[in-house]
């Protein structure tokens, strides 16, 4: 059963406090008001999931909570209570979005059966959710992998899935951490559950804890509203931590207390809600080294890092780049809608088998589906592949192969020059991101968004 958070909104204290303890046996979290205008300052402050609201109240009734919150964009689950029947009032609460409609006096197993049929329903919601973000995600399903290195990871995958212990996903940028996490998920007794992902480094300083734990309304400026936070999102599933050291060390701190306590705190709320979320971290720094220079507590490490899985870079899977390739070739095709079947010239093909792929399946990836937007016919050709592979092809001298210059618009010319630094400088410094930021003398989300512009591109 899921867990909610309720609030109860009834006049009659007796009844309200009876409920609520009810409620909060059931597995719930609770809290109760005695009057409309209670209730519509705790909705706009807090995130609840479910409001139990009494139709008759002392100031203004329970249609008008509804109907006002609703109109503050407030997407909790209404279900009326009302001691005086009328159909009319019935079908006004539903035509505002009420859930559902029970008279008094009820029985309180009638509004905790009730719950359980809301929290099916918001889980439905969440399925469908999830599902729409698996049709969408690019991880490479459907590819078995011939290299030891990653059957040993798969067999890995298959212990630590049927725990709920926390994973540490360690490798060099691209080689498909969050491919890892995911399957981790899918495999795991969460499965049904959301699994929540997030970069760590692409969110602002300032908006990390409340993107993390949530905020009531007008907990800062232009907080409008009340906001859930990803911890809440992953609830009975999986939040994955891309990019884990990103995290200053502020959020650091409670970022730790959430996992020993499993509760959290709502940015400018007093309120504590317990989650059951499993957490998944990933980086591709040298975690181990920030411990030992101050910039990652030791703490945190070890309660992240139960179980350490260290993915190997492409170019120590050579047997697995051939299919690789065709994998890519036939995805990337049906990604972009190309009807086509691809193919490669033995020259194309002889390049890409001997290119360094520093930027791994990530790399591959985006240099397939660059080549088919760019192909001039479905056999792929030396001078279909992007300007950055045939550069390094024609300074292969095991290849003798001989590049003819290609044109282009200035601008794609132009971006494809600054990736090319950017990822030069990247790799210079070991994969830490925030350190070739610095040495590039730009911003740490100016870098990601210029390599996720080329990574779309």
Not at 40 to 63: A, K, T, Y
Not at 140 to 154: D, K, L, T, Y
Not at 198 to 216: K, Q, R, T, W, Y
Request: charged share 30%.
């Amino acid at each position: 059963m899921a867990n909610l958070n309720v609030l109860v909104v009834d006049d009659e204290t007796a009844i309200r406090q009876v409920l609520a303890s009810q409620i909060k046996k059931a597995g719930h979290q609770v809290s109760h008001v005695g009057d409309g205008h209670s209730a519509l300052e705790r909705l706009n402050n807090e995130q609840f999931d479910v409001c139990v609201c009494d139709i008759r109240l002392p100031d203004i009734d329970g249609i008008e909570v509804l109907r006002q919150a609703r109109k503050s964009g407030i997407e909790t689950v209404f279900l009326m209570l009302t001691a005086f029947a009328s159909v009319n009032t019935a079908i006004t609460a539903m035509k505002l979005g009420a859930h559902d409609y029970l008279m008094k006096p009820m029985r309180n197993e009638d509004v905790i059966h009730r719950l359980v049929q809301i929290g099916d329903l918001l889980g439905l919601r969440e399925e469908n959710l999830r599902l729409k973000q698996m049709i969408k995600s690019q991880t490479p399903r459907g590819f078995v992998s011939s290299a030891s290195s990653m059957m040993q990871i798969e067999r890995m995958i298959e212990k630590v899935a049927r725990t709920s212990g926390t994973v540490l996903i360690t490798g060099e940028s691209g080689t498909g951490k969050t491919f890892i996490a995911r399957r981790i998920h899918e495999m795991s007794g969460r499965s049904e559950r959301s699994f929540v992902s997030v970069n760590c480094g692409a969110i602002p300083d300032n908006l990390m804890e409340s993107e993390f734990f949530g905020h009531a309304k007008g907990a800062f400026t232009g907080a409008e509203r009340a906001k859930k936070g990803l911890f809440l999102e992953a609830d009975g599933g999986t939040l994955f931590l891309d990019e884990i050291s990103e995290l200053p060390l502020g959020l650091q701190v409670k970022l730790l207390h959430a996992l020993d306590e499993k509760e959290i705190r709502a940015v400018g709320t007093e309120i504590s809600r317990k989650v059951d979320v499993r957490i998944l971290a990933a980086t591709n720094r040298n975690i181990e080294s920030m411990v030992e220079d101050g910039t990652f507590r030791e703490d945190l490490y070890y309660r992240l890092n139960v179980l350490n899985l260290v993915l190997p870079p492409l170019r120590e899977r050579q047997e697995d780049l051939p299919d690789l390739i065709r994998y890519f070739l036939n995805r990337e095709a049906e990604r972009l809608e190309l009807e086509q079947a691809f193919t490669l010239s033995v020259e194309a093909e002889r390049i890409l088998l001997h290119h360094d792929w520093m930027g791994n399946l990530r790399e591959l990836q985006n240099t397939i589906a660059r080549t088919l937007i760019l192909a001039e016919d479905t056999e792929i050709q030396v001078n279909d592949l992007p300007p950055k592979t045939l550069h390094q092809a024609a300074a292969d001298e095991r290849l003798g192969i001989t590049i003819s210059s290609t044109d282009g618009p200035l601008k794609e010319r132009v971006r494809q020059f600054e990736v090319d630094v950017i990822q030069q400088v990247i790799d210079e410094v070991s994969g830490d991101r925030q350190e070739a930021a610095k040495k590039l003398g730009i911003g740490l989300s100016t870098l990601y968004r210029k390599l996720e512009e080329d990574e779309q591109g």
